[in-house]
């Protein structure tokens, strides 16, 4: 199958190029083509994207494993999906495969993401598309374990309905000892509570902290805390017509 593989922490990242080798390993045509630079928290945008703007693509090489074609873009991972969409790589692909994030992404945090941004474009093109994450420990990253991962659900995505997209999260654990796979729900919250510090005017401060919340057992934060791959099936951007139909009419009434 013909993969496209991006990522929001960087072409240079060691999740991608994990998930690269062991793609092409499992006999898949793999394209990487990651940010030039880390655009995480970019969620599916694309930039300002019009007449006359440049974007800069430069060959890539990924370290052990220069015989996988690979090149680098001055934007984030949603811009690199769409760029190869549109044929400059070659032939349209059939999969989109975003990660490995250095990092969950669960809950309502999703829509930030860029990582499940990436993922979702393809989406809109009538293909298939995987957001692949992986925890965060104070052990060494266990890339294997994603890979693993990645492979499993390529395989799967491969005979699924076009358009299916999956966000998968994966314990920072050796493949023998995951808890086991589960379908879960989005938490209401992420792994961490963000916040800002400081004053205004002035200059606001980051503050991410843990979360000190009971989570429901079936939702993905909670699920690869306790050590299992989670799996969430997406949806992107559609019409809900039933709420339009109420709000439409209600709009021209006012005006008149």
Same mark, same amino acid.
Request: with cysteine.
């Given at each position: 199958m013909r993969l496209l593989l991006t990522n929001d922490d960087g072409v240079h990242s060691p999740g991608i190029h994990a998930i690269a080798i062991a793609l092409h390993d499992a006999g898949h045509d793999v394209t990487v083509v990651g940010p030039a630079s880390e655009h995480s928290g970019w969620g599916a945008g694309v +930039? @300002?994207?019009v007449d006359g703007v440049e974007v800069h693509v430069d060959t890539y090489e990924i370290p052990g494993a220069s015989h996988i074609a690979a090149w680098s873009v001055s934007g984030p991972p949603a811009l690199c999906v769409l760029v190869g969409m549109l044929g400059t790589f070659g032939e349209r692909p059939e999969l989109v495969v975003s990660g490995i994030n250095d990092g969950t992404n669960a809950g309502r945090g999703v829509l930030q993401s860029g990582t499940v941004g990436g993922a979702m474009i393809g989406q809109t093109f009538g293909v298939s598309g995987l957001a692949m994450s992986q925890h965060v420990t104070e052990e060494p990253m266990r890339w !294997? @374990? +994603? &890979? %693993? *991962? @990645? *492979? &499993? &659900?390529v395989d799967w995505l491969g005979s699924a309905p076009p358009k299916t997209v999956l966000n998968v999260n994966v314990p920072n654990v050796a493949v023998e000892d995951l808890a086991g796979v589960r379908w879960a729900r989005l938490a209401a919250f992420g792994t961490s509570s963000t916040g800002f510090v400081g004053e205004i005017p002035g200059t606001l401060t980051v503050k991410t902290t843990p979360r000190d919340v009971q989570l429901k057992p079936d939702t993905d934060t909670h699920l690869v805390d306790e050590g299992y791959v989670t799996v969430t099936g997406l949806i992107g951007f559609r019409a809900e017509s039933d709420v339009a139909g109420e709000a439409a009419p %209600?709009? !021209?009434a006012a005006l008149k």
């Amino acid at each position: 199958m013909r993969l496209l593989l991006t990522n929001d922490d960087g072409v240079h990242s060691p999740g991608i190029h994990a998930i690269a080798i062991a793609l092409h390993d499992a006999g898949h045509d793999v394209t990487v083509v990651g940010p030039a630079s880390e655009h995480s928290g970019w969620g599916a945008g694309v +930039g @300002t994207l019009v007449d006359g703007v440049e974007v800069h693509v430069d060959t890539y090489e990924i370290p052990g494993a220069s015989h996988i074609a690979a090149w680098s873009v001055s934007g984030p991972p949603a811009l690199c999906v769409l760029v190869g969409m549109l044929g400059t790589f070659g032939e349209r692909p059939e999969l989109v495969v975003s990660g490995i994030n250095d990092g969950t992404n669960a809950g309502r945090g999703v829509l930030q993401s860029g990582t499940v941004g990436g993922a979702m474009i393809g989406q809109t093109f009538g293909v298939s598309g995987l957001a692949m994450s992986q925890h965060v420990t104070e052990e060494p990253m266990r890339w !294997e @374990t +994603g &890979a %693993a *991962v @990645t *492979v &499993a &659900a390529v395989d799967w995505l491969g005979s699924a309905p076009p358009k299916t997209v999956l966000n998968v999260n994966v314990p920072n654990v050796a493949v023998e000892d995951l808890a086991g796979v589960r379908w879960a729900r989005l938490a209401a919250f992420g792994t961490s509570s963000t916040g800002f510090v400081g004053e205004i005017p002035g200059t606001l401060t980051v503050k991410t902290t843990p979360r000190d919340v009971q989570l429901k057992p079936d939702t993905d934060t909670h699920l690869v805390d306790e050590g299992y791959v989670t799996v969430t099936g997406l949806i992107g951007f559609r019409a809900e017509s039933d709420v339009a139909g109420e709000a439409a009419p %209600a709009i !021209e009434a006012a005006l008149k």
